[in-house]
């Protein structure tokens, strides 16, 4: 199985920071990855497929880049909308696996 | 507009049977692959089952293999997860969710494992 490794585990950030997110795939997926957002109680809303590649209507402030074993999920200008938890999901083989999740807080 | 509704969570005693359905509208439905992930109370996302857009092709996560049957009626545009043997620790949010990379997901639904 493909292991994704999210880091970091949780941040503390303020409005209009930069914020760069990892995810690790334990062995190369190409660019086989997704990343998604979750608030509390509501369900995964996806924002970028094929590594970089932004799902339709979200916004620019998301890019994604990576390929192979390393890639990363930045927001440019962090926004009170965008305190939420994120994960990471490869799709390059069965199983698929999903990161741990990395929750973006308010500092 | 793309819309995916499950339906069919509720409570059930340890070892009992539930079906989740999803039917889907704003799309060809049987264009495009299918899965289920679930996500435990104050846990991360976990892949759970997916079937190709024709349904012959499906696959399981260990954790649910032998237990969990995922099939679709592609007249219907309905997508279904029969869960057997259920056991405490399916307790969970499903989600329906459309594609193979550009995903879009459906409000999920609860299942309640307890006796």
């Known amino acids: 199985d493909i292991q994704m490794t999210q880091s970091p585990s949780s941040l503390s950030a303020s409005v209009g920071d930069r914020v760069t997110i990892t995810c690790r795939a334990s062995q190369g997926i190409s660019n086989d990855l997704a990343w998604f957002q979750q608030k509390p109680g509501k369900a995964p809303k996806s924002l970028i497929f094929a590594a970089f590649s932004l799902q339709s209507g979200v916004p620019s402030k998301f890019s994604g880049g990576g390929s192979g074993t390393d890639f990363t999920l930045t927001i440019s200008s962090l926004q009170p909308e965008d305190f939420a938890t994120y994960y990471c999901q490869q799709y390059n083989g069965y199983p698929l696996t999903f990161g741990g999740g990395t929750k973006v807080e308010i500092k | 507009e793309v819309e995916l509704v499950e339906s069919g969570g509720g409570l059930v005693q340890p070892g009992g049977s539930l079906r989740l359905s999803c039917a889907a509208s704003?799309?060809?439905?049987?264009?495009?692959?299918m899965t289920w992930v679930r996500q435990a109370p104050g846990k991360g996302l976990e892949w759970v089952s997916t079937?190709?857009?024709?349904?012959?092709?499906?696959y399981y996560a260990d954790s649910v293999k032998g237990r969990f049957t995922i099939s679709r009626d592609n007249s219907k545009n309905t997508l279904y997860l029969q869960m057997n043997s259920l056991r405490a620790e399916d307790t969970a949010v499903y989600y329906c969710?459309?594609?193979?990379?550009?995903?879009?997901w459906g409000q999920g639904t609860l299942v309640i494992v307890s006796s």
């Open positions: 079937a190709s857009g024709s349904g012959i092709s499906t």
């Open positions: 969710r459309r594609g193979s990379g550009s995903y879009q």
């Open positions: 704003g799309f060809t439905f049987s264009s495009h692959a």
